[in-house]
């Protein structure tokens, strides 16, 4: 019963989670092509790219975090208030620590230091988030729940619930800049983080760990691994991400506010799970999560386009194709198990 | 002989294109306890489907009650008398005891409503049918895996059954909780019931039954009644080839001690135990369930944490807070439950093998050398003799067997001076069983220190060549395997004089 | 049956604990809590939440999660107030409950057929759905805020009896909805404890392999199980405007979260097979409470939300660690041998 040796490419895209890769694809190539065809003029135009770039990193980058706590077996449902109490803790340190009208060479560094609060918030909220779930056990649904309320509730308290406007100028000026007139900062940034958190899953010892955890955290545990620095790390990178994000929707919006980003929660798992990350862990990789990005990025894009065309029926695509999606998977799957099953027992 | 309450002849079946049975006949006789034996495989599981309607033959016919079937349904089999009791028991775990005994009942009277005090009664009933005393209202999650097979059985007998199968039921049982097993069988002889027993243990299939069929491949190789049979006999069936037993013995004297254990205590687990192991040495240690030694063993691998007592290595004390640390020091464990606390399933072969040494296949910035790690894998796949073609197909693809040996590969590819197995040939095929074993003695001839721990008297008689007896909590006693036998071991595990 | 012992051992008297201790506490700071108006409040604030927990709960109990019950509610409610305005109804309230009920039911059974049938994922199907139905609702049928045809609005203000606080002179009705409330959890108990289809549900949490095996026919049991969800979550949504005088799409999303903890806080096990009714009304009551009447002990409604997440994990934390003595528990009981009279 031996096998022919394959080529390189082929064994590497052989199981049915790599197949998932090429669907995504398809999938991507498809939305594209239907999209241009129907708006010619405005899809696939240069400015349309450049819109696009400047839409999807502040998302994008969050759905990478929920994609890491969810290949662990958890889930990090306090992206988004991680985001928004991050921002609002730079902003506040802006507003009350930068004199009105100061030349650009003075507010520079205030910006710096006002960056690094956000991300150490982000930190903190991840940690805190890891701690509930690795120390005190609970399931990972409930406690990011929880901290998806308590980090908003702080920033609604800490805010009154009013925006944070009063950002000085410099910072939408240096957060909206794009390199060769083209690639926006977001964009640049977002390029950053897939490329290394896709290389850390697949390359870095942290990510096998990873992987491992979300497969039998049991097993893991009597393999030597510690369960509880690898999601707590996990979270707290989860955190930091949601830091950025938040970081890049100031930018964009020139304020901070404890409620922005509401409906991102759900969009991310969706994403996670289009992407191919498998809810119960263990499994994902940050190319198809990639993939799933630019695929609802293309559809909200082209759907606008569409003047009686309401944006809410994107809501609907992605609720249909993730279903789809999910159907095709499962079937898939069992199938080549069925077969491995019959070959590997020889 | 009278009519017979089973006979299946000529039984036909496969999946996809490879052949699990390949025309298979047995007869099982009216009160008989009869074992079918086999490695993992050999098609027993499949026959056992058949014969209750799961699965259809495509050859064959199945005569029930003097009745030819081609083929049956489950609701059919179950008609007429055809009762299995599955590995898992099928129990659910957060309904009480009777609601366990009576639901299936109710559902075969096609009932739309529940009625507690029918339920009642009717488990009322199928507990005195064995005569147990088990809480009716307790959750069965808080059962013991005795009390929960219990249950199985007595909701099995309310049906009115002819022939019981039951699938290994031994696996998760202390010695003492399977003399109360084969208590209640012979009770359910004693009524006329039949027994069809599924094992691979030799013992058992000596104790219990009368007659014995034996598949390998999907064939019957053998069958018969078991006074007729021995060790080596058995043994040659299941796997076609010759084995021989022999006792271990270091080739050197033991030297010095690699691992030193004084007055080690945890409440309520064990308390104040004592050994020595030097490299070379097979230390093997017994007892029943509950006797502290899982808890023990896990105790020099940092999952639990003594309350008192020293540990020492090459002569220092040390302290084991975590089980990096213990891998740091060189212990390697093999767990019980291979599948639960072993395996990662659904991940490749190649990521099971190496997920403990991941540290040093990994360069200075965390990256994984990935040459390294196939290389790595390669050679243990070739050195345990791992049947599989392919390492990055998912570790639930291989046998029980070569699933124990990846666990194994994972600890072998550390740098260790102490390797502790915990039951590990359990579940695990005859041939498999062997090799393991044999790799066993190697590694020990080669300078390795071995636990293992086992409650299998004749796999740690034959492994070890010293014995440390356990019971409650307590060291009983060392002694030499050359010396002792197993009715010996037994006596001083369970305190029976 | 009821040991002291079981008893200390389930969630619900620590919950029930929480909220005497709360009363309390905003009784004594404002004196105000134990006033018959302000309990009335109260039972008028749970009505909605409780309805949406008691399905919520069910799934749960199943196995599963379902987190599309508030765009079923609010696209089932929605659509009924489009037709029944749009041909000037004004005959009994009955039929807008029908109606949303059937559009719930139909939305319901989608759920159903994918998670009973294709056996997908629970927790990833709902939200797919809800995507789905919010998208609908808002996109095809662009919602917005309208107004209630007039039966209902009647409906809405029938009271059973009026509470008057004697201080402030404040009164407050309570709604007849309640008994809708009532009805449904008489009938929803009657189902999970009387009927094989309840035991079923139970069943399927512990070990769904093992009841299909029983003879339970899961993929009914499932399948029904959605659909009531979508049933109830329908008539919820007629509850819901006719309780406000106005029909707005979006109050009820974003609630799915809130009603989960409010459920898992009542002593539902997240992974299946255990939850009680009373359990999850006193979550339900729990997280009320707290969304409402802590202003009455001072904290200013900008801290309410921050309050409410601290409770969840606190209460999760509690939970998770009586999860965790209980298995430790029976780890070291498995030790024990049988007790057979031979």
Same mark, same amino acid.
């Given at each position: 019963?031996?096998?022919?040796?394959s080529?390189?490419?082929?064994?590497?895209?052989?199981?049915?989670?790599?197949q998932?890769?090429?669907?995504?694809?398809?999938?991507?190539?498809f939305?594209?092509?239907?999209m241009?065809?129907?708006?010619?003029?405005?899809?696939?135009?240069?400015?349309?790219?450049?819109?696009?770039?400047?839409?999807?990193?502040?998302?994008?980058?969050?759905?990478?975090?929920?994609? @890491?706590?969810?290949?662990?077996?958890?889930?990090?449902?306090? $992206?988004v208030?991680t !985001?928004?109490?991050?921002?609002?803790?730079a902003?506040?340190?802006?507003?009350?620590?930068?004199?009105?009208?100061?030349?650009?060479?003075?507010?520079?560094?205030?910006?710096?230091?006002? $960056?690094?609060?956000?991300?150490?918030?982000?930190?903190?909220?991840?940690?805190?988030?890891?701690?509930?779930?690795?120390?005190?056990?609970i399931?990972?649904?409930?406690?990011?729940?929880?901290?998806?309320?308590?980090?908003?509730?702080?920033?609604?308290?800490?805010?009154?619930?009013?925006?944070?406007?009063?950002?000085?100028l @410099?910072?939408?000026?240096?957060?909206?800049?794009?390199?060769?007139?083209?690639?926006?900062?977001?964009?640049?940034?977002?390029?950053?983080?897939?490329?290394?958190v896709?290389?850390?899953?697949?390359?870095?010892?942290?990510?096998?760990?990873?992987?491992?955890?979300?497969?039998?955290?049991?097993?893991?545990?009597y393999?030597?691994l510690?369960?509880?620095?690898?999601?707590?790390?996990?979270?707290? @990178?989860?955190? @930091?991400?949601?830091?950025?994000?938040?970081l890049i929707?100031?930018?964009?919006?020139?304020?901070?506010?404890?409620?922005?980003?509401a409906p991102? +929660?759900?969009?991310?798992v969706?994403?996670?799970?289009?992407?191919?990350?498998?809810?119960?862990?263990g499994?994902?990789?940050?190319?198809?999560v990639?993939?799933?990005?630019?695929?609802?990025?293309?559809?909200?894009?082209?759907?606008?386009m569409?003047?009686?065309i309401?944006?809410?029926?994107?809501?609907?695509?992605?609720?249909?194709v993730l279903?789809?999606?999910?159907v095709?998977?499962?079937?898939?799957?069992r199938?080549?198990?069925?077969?491995?099953?019959?070959?590997?027992?020889? | 002989?009278?009519?017979p309450?089973?006979?299946?002849?000529?039984?036909?079946?496969?999946?996809?294109?490879?052949?699990a049975?390949?025309?298979?006949?047995l007869e099982?006789?009216?009160?008989?306890?009869?074992?079918?034996?086999?490695?993992?495989?050999?098609g027993?599981?499949?026959?056992?489907k058949?014969?209750?309607?799961?699965?259809?033959?495509?050859?064959g016919?199945?005569?029930?009650?003097?009745?030819?079937?081609?083929?049956?349904?489950?609701?059919?089999?179950?008609?007429l008398?055809?009762?299995?009791? *599955?590995?898992?028991?099928?129990?659910?775990p957060?309904?009480?005891?009777?609601?366990?005994?009576?639901?299936?009942?109710?559902?075969?009277?096609?009932?739309?409503?529940?009625n *507690?005090?029918?339920?009642?009664?009717?488990a !009322?009933?199928?507990?005195?049918?064995?005569?147990?005393?088990?809480?009716?209202d307790?959750?069965?999650e808080k059962?013991?895996?005795?009390?929960?097979?219990?249950?199985?059985i007595?909701? !099995?007998?309310?049906?009115?059954?002819k022939?019981?199968?039951?699938?290994?039921?031994?696996?998760?049982?202390?010695?003492?909780?399977?003399k109360?097993?084969f208590?209640?069988?012979?009770?359910l002889?004693?009524r006329g019931?039949?027994?069809?027993?599924v094992?691979?243990?030799?013992d058992?299939?000596?104790?219990?039954?009368?007659?014995?069929t034996?598949?390998?491949?999907?064939e019957?190789?053998a069958?018969?009644?078991?006074k007729?049979l021995?060790?080596?006999t058995?043994?040659?069936?299941?796997t076609?080839?010759?084995?021989?037993d022999?006792?271990?013995?270091?080739?050197?004297?033991?030297?010095?001690?690699?691992?030193?254990?004084?007055?080690?205590?945890?409440?309520?687990? *064990?308390s104040?135990? /004592?050994f020595?192991?030097?490299?070379?040495?097979?230390?093997?240690?017994?007892g029943?369930?509950?006797?502290?030694?899982?808890?023990?063993?896990?105790?020099?691998f940092?999952?639990?944490?003594p309350?008192?007592?020293?540990?020492?290595?090459?002569g220092?004390?040390?302290?084991?807070r /975590? $089980?990096?640390?213990?891998?740091r020091?060189?212990?390697?464990?093999?767990?019980?439950?291979r599948?639960?606390?072993g395996?990662?399933?659904?991940?490749?072969?190649e990521?099971?093998?190496?997920?403990?040494?991941?540290?040093?296949?990994?360069g200075?910035?965390?990256?994984?050398?990935?040459?390294?790690?196939?290389?790595?894998?390669?050679?243990?796949?070739a050195?345990?003799?791992?049947a599989?073609?392919?390492?990055?197909?998912?570790?639930?693809?291989?046998?029980?067997?070569n699933?124990?040996?990846? $666990?194994?590969?994972?600890?072998?590819?550390?740098?260790?001076?102490?390797?502790?197995l915990?039951?590990?040939?359990?579940?695990?095929?005859?041939?498999?069983?062997?090799?393991?074993?044999?790799?066993?003695?190697?590694?020990?001839?080669?300078?390795?220190?071995?636990?293992?721990?086992?409650?299998?008297?004749?796999?740690?008689?034959?492994?070890?060549s010293?014995?440390?007896?356990?019971?409650?909590?307590?060291?009983?006693?060392?002694l030499?395997p050359?010396?002792t036998?197993?009715?010996?071991?037994?006596e001083?595990?369970?305190?029976?004089a | 049956?009821?040991?002291?012992?079981?008893?200390l051992?389930?969630?619900?008297?620590?919950?029930?604990?929480?909220?005497?201790?709360l009363s309390?506490?905003?009784?004594?700071?404002?004196?105000q809590f134990?006033?018959?108006?302000?309990?009335?409040?109260l039972?008028?604030?749970?009505?909605?939440?409780?309805?949406?927990?008691i399905?919520?709960?069910m799934?749960?109990?199943?196995?599963?999660?379902?987190?599309s019950?508030?765009?079923?509610?609010s696209l089932?409610m929605?659509?009924?107030?489009?037709?029944l305005?749009?041909?000037?109804y /004004?005959?009994?309230?009955i039929?807008?409950?029908?109606?949303?009920?059937?559009?719930g039911?139909?939305?319901?059974?989608?759920?159903?057929?994918?998670?009973?049938?294709?056996?997908?994922?629970?927790?990833?199907?709902?939200?797919?759905?809800?995507?789905?139905?919010?998208?609908?609702m808002f996109?095809?049928?662009?919602?917005?805020?309208?107004?209630?045809?007039?039966?209902?609005?009647?409906?809405?203000?029938?009271?059973?009896? +009026?509470?008057?606080?004697?201080?402030?002179?404040?009164?407050?009705n309570?709604?007849?909805?309640?008994?809708?409330?009532?009805?449904?959890?008489?009938?929803?108990?009657?189902?999970l404890? *009387?009927?094989?289809?309840?035991?079923?549900?139970?069943?399927?949490?512990?070990?769904?392999a093992?009841?299909?095996?029983?003879?339970?026919?899961?993929r009914?049991?499932?399948?029904f199980?959605?659909?009531?969800v979508?049933?109830?979550?329908?008539?919820?949504?007629v509850?819901?405007?006719?309780m406000m005088?106005?029909?707005?799409?979006?109050?009820?999303?974003?609630?799915?979260?809130?009603?989960?903890?409010?459920?898992?806080?009542?002593?539902?096990?997240?992974?299946?097979?255990?939850?009680?009714?009373?359990g999850?009304?006193l979550?339900?009551?729990?997280?009320?409470?707290?969304?409402n009447?802590?202003?009455?002990?001072?904290?200013?409604?900008?801290? /309410?939300?921050?309050?409410?997440?601290?409770?969840?994990?606190?209460?999760?934390?509690?939970?998770?660690r009586?999860?965790?003595?209980?298995?430790?528990?029976?780890?070291?009981?498995?030790?024990?041998?049988?007790?057979?009279r031979a």
């Open positions: 019963m031996g096998k022919p040796e080529s390189p490419v082929a064994r590497k895209l052989r199981g049915p989670r790599d998932n890769l090429v669907r995504l694809l398809v999938m991507l190539l939305v594209f092509a239907l241009t065809v129907l708006r010619p003029n405005q899809f696939a135009t240069i400015a349309d790219f450049n819109s696009m770039m400047r839409q999807f990193p502040e998302y994008g980058i969050m759905a990478i975090g929920i994609s @890491l706590t969810m290949i662990t077996g958890g889930i990090d449902l306090g $992206v208030g !985001a928004n109490l991050s921002a609002i803790v902003a506040k340190f802006l507003i009350a620590a930068v004199p009105q009208g100061s030349p650009p060479a003075v507010v520079l560094p205030y910006l710096a230091v006002a $960056v690094i609060f956000a991300l150490v918030t982000g930190l903190a909220c991840g940690a805190f988030a890891g701690i509930l779930i690795s120390r005190f056990n399931p990972a649904i409930l406690a990011t729940l929880g901290t998806q309320q308590l980090f908003t509730g702080i920033a609604i308290g800490i805010t009154n619930g009013r925006p944070q406007s009063r950002l000085p @410099l910072y939408s000026k240096i957060g909206n800049t794009e390199f060769f007139d083209f690639f926006p900062l977001s964009f640049v940034i977002f390029v950053v983080i897939a490329v290394s896709g290389l850390l899953l697949s390359r870095a010892r942290f990510g096998t760990s990873m992987y491992m955890l979300g497969t039998n955290p049991k097993a893991s545990r393999a030597g510690n369960n509880a620095s690898i999601l707590l790390r996990t979270y707290m @990178l989860s955190g @930091l991400l949601s830091s950025v994000a938040g929707m100031m930018a964009r919006a020139n304020s901070a506010k404890a409620d922005y980003g991102y +929660t759900l969009q991310c969706l994403i996670a799970v289009l992407g191919g990350i498998d809810p119960n862990g499994f994902g990789k940050i190319a198809g990639t993939l799933a990005i630019l695929i609802l990025q293309f559809l909200s894009s082209g759907l606008n569409f003047n009686n309401s944006n809410f029926y994107r809501d609907v695509i992605w609720g249909g279903i789809l999606v999910l095709f998977n499962q079937l898939l799957s199938r080549a198990e069925r077969r491995a099953v019959r070959k590997g027992a020889a | 002989m009278a009519e309450v089973l006979k299946v002849e000529g039984i036909v079946k496969s999946f996809g294109g490879v052949q049975l390949r025309g298979v006949s099982i006789g009216p009160g008989e306890i009869h074992c079918l034996a086999g490695e993992n495989g050999s027993k599981s499949t026959l056992i058949v014969i209750s309607g799961v699965h259809e033959p495509e050859a016919h199945i005569e029930l009650g003097g009745r030819r079937f081609a083929r049956l349904s489950p609701m059919e089999a179950i008609a008398g055809v009762q299995v009791i *599955y590995q898992d028991f099928s129990v659910f957060n309904l009480t005891v009777m609601e366990n005994l009576a639901l299936n009942m109710e559902l075969m009277d096609k009932r739309k409503l529940m *507690y005090r029918r339920a009642r009664s009717i !009322a009933h199928a507990v005195s049918l064995i005569g147990c005393e088990i809480d009716l307790e959750r069965v059962l013991s895996v005795a009390d929960r097979q219990l249950i199985a007595c909701r !099995a007998l309310l049906q009115d059954s022939l019981i199968i039951m699938d290994e039921p031994t696996s998760a049982l202390t010695k003492k909780e399977v109360a097993l208590a209640v069988i012979k009770s002889q004693s019931l039949s027994i069809l027993f094992s691979h243990k030799l058992e299939v000596f104790e219990i039954s009368e007659r014995y034996i598949l390998r491949n999907g019957k190789v069958s018969g009644g078991t007729d021995d060790l080596r058995f043994a040659f069936h299941m076609g080839r010759e084995f021989a022999e006792i271990y013995r270091p080739a050197e004297k033991p030297g010095r001690p690699v691992l030193s254990v004084r007055d080690l205590s945890l409440a309520a687990c *064990y104040k135990v /004592s020595d192991i030097a490299p070379g040495e097979i230390l093997g240690i017994t029943l369930l509950g006797s502290g030694r899982t808890e023990l063993v896990e105790t020099l940092g999952i639990l944490k309350d008192s007592g020293t540990i020492e290595m090459g220092k004390r040390i302290a084991i /975590s $089980v990096k640390q213990a891998i020091k060189g212990i390697g464990y093999v767990p019980s439950d599948l639960t606390e395996l990662f399933l659904p991940q490749t072969i990521r099971n093998a190496i997920v403990s040494v991941l540290d040093r296949l990994s200075p910035l965390g990256f994984l050398r990935r040459r390294a790690v196939a290389e790595m894998t390669r050679k243990w796949i050195e345990l003799s791992i599989t073609k392919d390492p990055s197909l998912p570790v639930r693809t291989l046998s029980g067997g699933q124990q040996k990846v $666990v194994l590969a994972r600890w072998l590819a550390n740098e260790l001076s102490v390797l502790i915990n039951g590990p040939t359990m579940g695990v095929d005859i041939g498999s069983k062997y090799d393991i074993h044999a790799l066993m003695r190697k590694l020990a001839a080669a300078g390795l220190a071995i636990i293992i721990v086992s409650d299998d008297l004749p796999e740690v008689l034959a492994c070890a010293r014995i440390i007896v356990m019971r409650e909590g307590s060291f009983v006693r060392e030499d050359a010396t036998t197993e009715s010996v071991l037994g001083l595990s369970t305190g029976v | 049956m009821l040991s002291p012992r079981r008893i051992r389930s969630s619900e008297p620590y919950v029930f604990a929480a909220i005497i201790l309390l506490l905003i009784q004594a700071r404002s004196g134990f006033t018959g108006n302000n309990l009335v409040d039972v008028r604030a749970l009505v909605v939440p409780a309805l949406f927990s399905g919520c709960m799934v749960i109990v199943s196995g599963g999660i379902d987190v019950f508030t765009a079923i509610a089932a929605y659509v009924t107030d489009r037709i305005l749009s041909s000037d /004004s005959g009994n309230v039929l807008a409950y029908a109606m949303s009920a059937g559009f039911l139909a939305m319901g059974a989608l759920n159903g057929f994918l998670i009973a049938i294709l056996r997908l994922p629970t927790l990833v199907v709902t939200l797919g759905t809800a995507s789905l139905y919010t998208g609908l996109g095809a049928f662009s919602a917005s805020a309208s107004d209630v045809p007039p039966s209902i609005v009647q409906h809405g203000k029938e009271t059973l009896f +009026t509470a008057v606080n004697q201080q402030s002179g404040l009164t407050s309570m709604p007849s909805q309640v008994l809708i409330l009532v009805a449904v959890l008489i009938l929803v108990f009657f189902l404890r *009387y009927t094989m289809l309840g035991r079923g549900i139970y069943a399927i949490g512990g070990d769904e093992a009841a299909e095996r029983a003879g339970f026919n899961v009914a049991i499932k399948m199980l959605y659909s009531f979508g049933v109830l979550a329908g008539i919820t949504g509850a819901r405007i006719s005088a106005y029909a707005d799409p979006s109050t009820m999303l974003g609630m799915e979260l809130t009603v989960i903890a409010a459920v898992v806080l009542g002593g539902t096990r997240v992974t299946g097979g255990l939850g009680t009714l009373t999850t009304l979550g339900v009551a729990l997280m009320t409470i707290l969304a009447s802590l202003i009455l002990i001072g904290v200013p409604t900008y801290w /309410s939300r921050a309050f409410t997440g601290l409770v969840i994990i606190i209460g999760t934390g509690v939970t998770a009586q999860i965790g003595a209980r298995q430790i528990g029976s780890t070291r009981r498995r030790g024990q041998s049988l007790k057979t």
